[in-house]
């Protein structure tokens, strides 16, 4: 589907609601929805549909396939909005794709799909946390994630990113990684690293591959083609958007460096 036909696609929704403002959500989806149309590296490509209460809709997605990349290219899924009542992760990752799509050669040889807005039913029917972060992907599971399961069943995602607003209480950036059941990461094969983290408060979190995921990707694992990482990127709820938009794309591009390495020296995750 073309970027303008994304567009009317998504029309429908009430993003306007959620977004409003120039450097709103809506606005930022128009602005890369136009890049789209003639960047050779940044494609328009909606997921669904799906339905609810009788309605049709879209999932966002923003697809960059960057300089030299092929269909042998590792993949990585990026997730976002999965509250639309605090829209900050969406807006960032946002941002992130424009800087790719105006600086492409930091994703050399990615093929990377991005998910800026996960929650849509909640944003159309204007309803409280669906708990689309504690979703197990497999289970009867709210539409919008059933839909991101034959997704992932199908795409070959070497990785998953997620971005989430932390619980209120916390002060310091969560960066949480949680290793493929059958394959674990090697010791010496860090995502992502404390100078990677330089100038941010991070705690860092990671979980053995033995604890089974309950909720995200990793809880369909063994029926995907490839076993994947997930990287969970919390930032502080009382940050300004300002200092979430900057944590997150400066910390995922560092991460994007570093994968981009591993993939140049023809390590396998």
Known sequence: M???????AAASLPLAAAAGPPGSLEARLSALYDLA?????????????????????????????GPQASDDSWRLSFLAGFDHRDLRASRALLALVHGLATNS???????LSFFPLL????????????????????????????LLEQDARGGGYHGFVRIET???????????????????????LELITSDDAESFPVRFETVPPEIRAEDGPLSITDD????????TLRVPAAWP????QRAVVVLLKRFLRRYRAFQAHGQHL
Not at 241 to 244: L, S, T
């Open 105 to 111: 050669a930091a994703g050399h040889g990615l093929n």
């Open 37 to 65: 149309q003639d960047s050779p590296y940044v494609f328009a490509s909606p997921l669904g549909p799906f339905f609810f209460h009788g309605r049709a809709a879209y999932l966002p997605r923003l697809v960059f396939f």
């Open 224 to 231: 995907l083609p490839i076993a994947p990482f997930e990287l």
């Open 241 to 244: 958007e300002h200092d979430y």
């Open 2 to 8: 073309s970027a303008v036909s994304f567009r009317s």
């Open 166 to 188: 932390a619980r209120a209480a916390d002060d310091l950036v969560t960066i949480r990684i949680r290793q493929p059941i059958t394959r674990p990461l090697s010791p010496d």
């Open 119 to 146: 929650d849509i039913a909640g944003l159309a029917l204007d309803v409280p946390d669906r708990g689309l972060t504690r979703a197990h992907w497999g289970r009867g599971s709210p539409p919008e994630i059933r």
